[in-house]
């Protein structure tokens, strides 16, 4: 509620710093120094804080790679942890620069809410999980009639759950809470029999559960969540550097860049790499973008290309070990395609 | 004030700016004025920057499907039902557990606060801890207390603990069996309420005959007889039309059966004993208050202790204890909106998802303050009511 209060003050009563917010994002961040990024408030692989207190995640790296092609930086970059029902208005008052929250990208929030997302950094679907330990036999989410369903409130999950049960004629008992570590909480505590949300958030939960290995995750897949970053709309330029720099990540995978090799790249004979590397002789693509020339090299710098990104935070080098599956590159048969850069 | 009515006799002296009542009327004007400017420019700057950030507003959105489901609803909702009906969903639910609320609190107050001035010391030591405990720790821990202190410790639905009568108490709440009135149960109903009007009746024909004659009836006993023989009369003579749904066991919950879930238990239990604790020291306030005198007049007439207390203390001490009562209502009612931490489906809980299903986040707080705001009013205005009868008639 903390967040929605300043959002309104932010956006309702002092019109003063909102039509001064409105001359150009880019502007506010460089002044200020670093970028204002909304994150989950603690999702493992997603955005949540390791022992250290430092955030880890895919969405987190995607606003230090916003970063690094702004500043040059990728740690110039601050968190702001919001809950579902607080991160549309957080960002609409301009508390936040970006939105990236593992956030499902619909025509709702691009109209209603005056959001503009800027691609899909995660293609996931709702899915379920139950303790298996305890309830021996259910192995299908058509066995669910009648079953206590915990679910975050103000979600899309929370939607395609009436209507999943609707459809198939089952009852169920919906227990919701506003914030994740609740509806964790009350999972792990037996208050409801099936916990459900994107089916990557329940492999990153169930690892924070008391017996991880008890739990299962059923195979139906109910939706479609595209989870990716979004701006405020009225800012084209703003949008174009926060969804460039999501092609870029692409692009550096699709062309063999690596965080490892992208100083080495920057030599590299191909014309497509030096281009994208800003190291074409008078190249504008960066400064016409509104940052420096080497911006995706800063990227990568600081992150990685998607690939890194990926495998570091929710593929094989994480605890959640979820393949790439559709989340693969269009030219090895998943869907991630990004423009050229030239 | 003196000083005011002074200046007023007093004939202007020259020029109307030193006179007082026109200088009044200035400030009062410029005061408005003010205020005026003040929501207009606020309104003005909502509507303006909604508009720049591409935002929908206004309230249609209330007419659109809700399309998710709520836990707990008092009246028909599905997730097909408007957004409108989801947040009156809310606000029936708040009302619910801000009146049941009340109720228990005013019971356990009452009890603690004159338990406080006990002459036994054990009770009153009881009563003291009790009230220091509850008023000295935040709602909110006291409602997490409950919620995961002691319900949620309770067994999982498969071993749930057996209670007379086909009860049953797990972790999802507690579940008792439903009655199914049957044909002609009406009658029981019109029994029922005969039987209280009949008590009332009795109460005050027995009142007026004490006062006339000093003749004491028996007005409690008469009452349960009334209130619990008619009704119980009228089952045996409609053919026993009652029959009970009993809670089973099922896949994954109890079903059938009436649930009490563990929100509202907590939250029900939360802010009874919380708010019990600040009404005790109310009351106790409010006997205090009668003096000593009183008490010692009425034992010398040769009234009883408990005579005295309920004939001579509390109708006095009353007068004293209803206006902070009030506040302590409101605040109870103001302090559901703490369901939120325990996903009891209240007016803060529905509203606020509807907020965000919608985007609509100004409507949507000005919707949930509206509402608090007439339910503060309309509790105050009953309050207002009660203590106009109870205040000291003076002759």
Redesign the interface.
Known sequence: ?KH?AI??LG?????FA??AA?ASTLDDVKAKGFIQCGTNTGLAGFAAPDDKGEWKGIDVDFCRAVAAAVFGDGTKVKFTPLS??ER??AL?SGEVDILSRNTTWTI??D????LNFVGVTYYDGQGFMINAK??PG?NSAL??S???VCVQ??TTT??N???YF?SNKME???????KLD?VN??YD???C?VYTTDQSGLYGIRLTLSSPADHVVLPEIISKEPLGPAV???DDQWYHIVKWTYFALLNAEELGITQANVDEMKNSDNPEIKRVLGQEADTKIGTDLGVSNDWVVNIVKAVGNYGEMFERNVGSGSPLKIARGINALWTKGGLQYAPPIR | MASQEVLREEPSRGSFINDPRVRGIFFQALVLVLLVAGVWWVTHNVIANLTRLHIASGFGFLKGRAGFDISESAIAYSSDSTYFRAILVGFINTVIVAVVGIITATIIGFIVGIGRLSHNWLIRKICTVYVEVFRNIPPLLVIFFWYSGVLAVLPPPRESINLPFGSFLNQRGFYFPRAIWGEGSWLILVALLLGIAMAWFVARKARQRQMATGQPFPVFWTSMALIVGLPLLAYALSGFPLSFEFPKQSTFNLVGGFQVRPEFLSLYLALSCYTAAFIAEIVRAGIRGVSAGQTEAAAALGLRSGSILRLVVVPQAMRIVIPPLTSQYLNLTKNSSLAIAIGYPDLTATAGTVLNQTGQAVEGVVIMMAVYLALSLITSAIMNVVNARMALVER
């Open positions: 509620m929605i959002g309104l956006a309702a009563a002092f019109g909102a039509s409105s579902a029902k549309f208005t609409q709702n929030r109209t209603a809410l005056g305890k309830l259910v066995q669910l009648g079953a206590a409130s103000g929370e939607l759950l009436a209507d609707k169920y008992n919906p227990v919701v809470f506003e609740e909480a009350a505590a037996g208050r029999d405020r709309q009225g």
